[in-house]
């Protein structure tokens, strides 16, 4: 009975995943520094919003965002995470500029495949930690983007310690 139901859910995941492999709108590669002087590697698949959430009268400013999976390598901790988060995005400026600036922020969920990191004397009290970014940059009318972003990854207090770390990325998104 308990293999029936694993296989069923194994299923029901993987007709649920499938769909999300064709929706992919974006890849971001990103190279970062951590506040434990750690370089950072990430790789990102971004999947659009659809709509726009806002926009002024004139349209020339725009709120919309994405859905941001990624795996970030973090060297020097010899650690891994893995993150999903929802990101909104004001941009400012129409579609027919060559390059729109833009100013972004997400809160979402990251699980670290180490909590503790003897090396920095750093412990996040838990692997399942909040990923919070802030981030600007700019869109080309090519669809790609370049920009910079702020990380902070912290378990918001639900366990002890809450020491969180941070890393600033320089990210580049090309659209598929």
């Not at 922020?105 to 909590?115: E, L, P």
Request: glycine share 14%.
């Amino acid at each position: 009975m308990k293999r029936s139901g694993l296989v069923l859910g194994c299923m029901l995941s993987a007709s649920g995943i499938a769909p999300l492999a064709h929706a992919v709108d974006g890849v971001s590669l990103e190279i970062g520094q951590s506040s434990e002087s750690t370089m950072t590697y990430k790789l990102g698949a971004q999947f659009d919003f659809g709509q726009t959430i806002w926009q002024n009268q004139s349209g020339n400013i725009r709120l919309g965002g994405f859905w941001d999976a990624g795996v970030t390598r973090w060297s020097g901790l010899d650690a891994t995470s893995f993150a999903v988060t929802p990101t909104f995005v004001l941009e400012f400026g129409s579609g027919n500029r060559r390059m729109i600036p833009y100013i972004e922020a997400g809160i979402g969920a990251a699980y670290f495949t180490r909590s503790e990191f003897e090396s920095e004397d750093r412990d996040l009290g838990s692997r399942l930690n909040f990923e919070d970014r802030i981030g600007a940059g700019v869109r080309f009318s090519t669809g790609s983007e370049l920009g910079v972003r702020l990380y902070h990854y912290s378990n918001a207090g639900l366990a002890s310690p809450n020491q969180g770390i941070e890393t600033v990325t320089l990210h580049y998104r090309f659209d598929i």
